[in-house]
C-alpha cells in the first residue's frame, strides 16, 4: 500500500526566507506527483504537478522535484511572504485499476511565515 | 474561473440523523471525486465517477454511506445514519478525465459536525 509522509509536519520560518517542504512516497510506482495548497478550513488548490517522465516543475516563486527512484519530492519556496502561511500537501497519482488513477495525500506540512 | 461548488458549506447534526451534500462540478469535467479529510490529516479517497458511473468506491463505508451522479454531472454523497466519528471535511473535486496528467480541482468542501 503507497503511504505519503511530508516533513516536518510544520514548519515557522522569518518572511523572505527560503525554504523546502519534504515529500516521500514508498512505492516509486507512480504516476504522477501533484503539491496543493490548503487554507485553513478551505478547499485544496493545486499548486504544481510533475508528470512522470519531468524531474522538476517551476511556477513564480515555487519549484518542485520529484525523484521516482528514491521515492522523494521536494517543494522550494523562493523568498516566503506572510501569505504563502497555508498546509501543504503532497500527493502522488497511482493506477487503480482498469483506466483509472487515484491520488494518495500526505499528512501536510503546516507551513508560517512570520513578518 | 470556473469553480467546483459545494453546499451546504457547513453542516450541524445529531447522530443518528441522515446528511447530504451537494457537489456541482467543473462544467464538461466527466471526473468526480469525493474525498473525507479528518483534521490533521490528508484527504481520502471515498468514491470517483466516471460520468454517472462509480469507477472507485473501495474506501466508502457501504453501510452507511451512498453516492449518486445521476445525469453524470452534479453528485450527492449522504450519510446514513451519521455517526461520531464522521465528523470532518468533505470535499469535491473534478477532472476533465481519468488520466493521472489531469489536475484534480477542489471544492471548498463542507465542514460535518455531528454531535
Known amino acids: 500500500k503507497q503511504e505519503v509522509t511530508q516533513i516536518p509536519a510544520a514548519l515557522s520560518v522569518p518572511e523572505g526566507e527560503n525554504l523546502v517542504l519534504n515529500c516521500s512516497f514508498t512505492d516509486s510506482a507512480i504516476y504522477n506527483l501533484q503539491w496543493f495548497r490548503q487554507d485553513p478550513g478551505k478547499g485544496l488548490t493545486s499548486l504544481l504537478l510533475?508528470?512522470?517522465?519531468?524531474r522538476e516543475q517551476t511556477s513564480g516563486r515555487l519549484n518542485a522535484s520529484l525523484d521516482k527512484s528514491s521515492g522523494r519530492s521536494t517543494l522550494y519556496i523562493a523568498a516566503s511572504q506572510p501569505g504563502d502561511s497555508a498546509t501543504y500537501l503532497c500527493?502522488?497519482?497511482?493506477?487503480?485499476?482498469?483506466?483509472?488513477?487515484?491520488?494518495?495525500f500526505g499528512k501536510g506540512t503546516l507551513l508560517t511565515v512570520n513578518p | 474561473e470556473a469553480e467546483v461548488a459545494q453546499s451546504p458549506r457547513y453542516k450541524i447534526t445529531e447522530k443518528s440523523q441522515a446528511v447530504a451534500f451537494w457537489c456541482d462540478p467543473i462544467s464538461g469535467h466527466a471526473t468526480l471525486y469525493w474525498y473525507r479529510q479528518i483534521l490533521g490529516q490528508g484527504p481520502e479517497l471515498l468514491v470517483q465517477f466516471q460520468d454517472e458511473s462509480v469507477v472507485d468506491d473501495s474506501q466508502l463505508p457501504k453501510d452507511r454511506f451512498s453516492a449518486e451522479r445521476l445525469k453524470g454531472v452534479d453528485s450527492t454523497l449522504k450519510i446514513q445514519p451519521a455517526e461520531l466519528g464522521d465528523s470532518a471535511m468533505y470535499l469535491c473535486?473534478?477532472?476533465?478525465?481519468?488520466?493521472?496528467?489531469?489536475?484534480?480541482?477542489f471544492g471548498p468542501g463542507t465542514r460535518l459536525t455531528v454531535t
Open positions: 473535486a473534478s477532472s476533465p478525465g481519468q488520466a493521472s496528467s489531469y489536475e484534480q480541482y
Open positions: 500527493a502522488v497519482w497511482i493506477w487503480s485499476g482498469g483506466s483509472n488513477y487515484k491520488l494518495t
Open positions: 510533475i508528470q512522470s517522465s519531468q
